[in-house]
């Protein structure tokens, strides 16, 4: 059940209303049973793995909780780990790990037949893996106290909005909001419907369009050259930001609308003049949860220099490691540890100079960095990868495209006219976000002409210019995570 579809529209018109007109007792249990229903809606086997998942963490935090022998504690610790971070090893990492050693091995003279599982990848299993491991961790570190009622607990964990691509959310935040009684307010209901067709616009109106140039591109890289790829490029790293913070937006507008409070988790991070801002800005739930149980366990930045830059690294590369199997991914996320690494060494913690053409370096450096390394995440492989960044050096085509634009750009996908909304629509988004997007969503101060003025322009603007059609995958990016 996809947020931009039909079916997900009658879902939420049907499931905020009786939610506030249960009495307080049933809520839990009926906004468990309504996030069971999406998560199924995928598939029905899905929704036991959860629940599965669910429960031993439930079970295993419940028996480190009744003792207090450090090794029985660290016992219980170990094997929910063990059992979770296996069983996303098994459908996440297992095929590609078997065919990577037949390879090596074959290298080697010795012919195997690889193992392939061809388990079919839960949707959302990182995101809710790691939510329920952090929840274990806090248990233990004592930071967190075992919660007793397993429909709140298991509300945590199904929580629809973020269930299936985020924010990665705490127990400390979200478990405690569980037990309070939420009334419906109109005015939050208002500045949050704008919110969520702000998420919507940033989906159907760019992120799909787009996705259409961008997956034309990278699917045959090598019939391309270095101005389509460049601007392929370019759009994907729009497209992902658009594709991934829409959904965010989606999720945290219908989120408190119900009266729950999710984490932000993107804050312009294009803006970023330093790769290390980026990273402050952008999925923040994930860089927060690396840095809390992979970097600072590690040992952070109370270590030697060596040692603090191998712990950046070895956070990184977890990240990569955490979005696919595979070497691209792994690649991209120790390529942004190398850079985080080298900004610390040279920069280390020293204020930045607010000097205009400073700033603009920054940013032109670091944006350039990011949209180079996105190619590495986009590509299907390494040899096309290569294949990408070699169209990048090469711009032979210009004179091609000057005397028959439609020769190489318009067999991408998209009509002349459509590329001219989807260029609209970019300069709009980022300058809208550069000017006013907190605006946008603190519509509640608003006069109420200008407040339906936004709402129906936005609904507008998503319905006429919004990419819909059977032909059209329309996926959010980070289901596949």
Request: charged residues 15%.
């Amino acid at each position: 059940m996809l947020f931009n579809s039909v079916t997900f529209f009658i879902f939420i018109a049907l499931v905020i209303p009786v939610y506030f007109v249960l009495p307080q007792k049933g809520r839990p249990y009926f906004l468990l049973a309504a996030s069971w229903y999406f998560y199924m809606s995928w598939n029905v086997a899905y929704l036991g793995l959860l629940i599965c998942f669910t429960a031993l963490i439930f079970v295993l935090s419940g028996l480190m909780s009744k003792t207090d022998k450090a090794s029985r504690k660290k016992a219980y610790l170990v094997t929910g780990l063990l059992l979770s971070f296996g069983s996303l090893f098994l459908f996440k990492y297992f095929d590609y790990t078997a065919r990577i050693s037949a390879d090596l091995l074959r290298w080697m003279g010795i012919l195997v037949t690889p193992l392939q599982l061809g388990w079919v990848l839960p949707i959302g299993i990182s995101f809710f893996t790691f939510q329920l491991t952090g929840y274990l961790i806090d248990v233990y570190r004592g930071e967190m106290k075992h919660e007793k009622n397993f429909i709140y607990f298991a509300l945590y964990v199904s929580f629809f909005p973020q269930l299936v691509a985020g924010p990665i959310e705490r127990a400390q935040n979200l478990l405690p909001q569980f037990k309070k009684k939420h009334s419906f307010h109109l005015v939050t209901f208002r500045c949050n419907i704008v919110r969520v067709l702000w998420g919507y616009f940033k989906k159907v109106v760019v992120a799909d369009r787009l996705a259409v140039f961008v997956d034309s591109v990278y699917s045959a890289p090598d019939e391309f050259g270095g101005w389509v790829t460049l601007l392929a490029t370019l759009f994907f790293a729009v497209q992902i930001y658009c594709d991934f913070s829409g959904y965010c937006d989606i999720a945290i507008g219908l989120a408190r609308i119900m009266g729950f409070q999710l984490m932000t988790n993107f804050d312009r991070p294009y803006q970023a003049t330093s790769i290390k801002e980026f990273w402050d800005k952008w999925h923040i739930s994930l860089s927060t949860w690396l840095r809390d149980y992979i970097y600072i366990p590690l040992g952070g930045n109370r270590v030697s220099k060596l040692r603090y830059f191998w712990n950046i690294l070895v956070t990184f590369t977890a990240s990569g490691v955490w979005h696919g199997a595979g070497l691209t991914y792994l690649l991209w996320g120790f390529c942004h540890g190398v850079m985080v690494a080298g900004h610390r060494l040279l920069f280390g913690r020293r204020k930045k100079n607010r000097n205009g053409l400073k700033t603009f370096l920054g940013w032109l450096a670091t944006f350039v960095f990011v949209c180079l390394a996105w190619v590495l995440f986009r590509a299907e492989n390494i040899q096309d990868a290569i294949t990408v960044f070699h169209n990048l050096t090469s711009y032979s085509d210009l004179g091609m495209l000057i005397a028959n634009g439609d020769s190489q750009l318009y067999q991408c996908g998209l009509t002349g006219a459509e590329l001219i909304v989807a260029m609209v629509s970019i300069v709009g988004l980022f300058t809208f976000e550069a000017r006013g997007e907190k605006l946008l969503l603190s519509s509640v101060k608003w006069v109420m002409p200008l407040y339906w003025l936004v709402l129906l322009l936005l609904l507008f603007i998503c319905l006429i210019f919004g990419v819909y059609g059977a032909n059209v995958v329309t996926q959010f990016i980070y289901f596949q995570f």
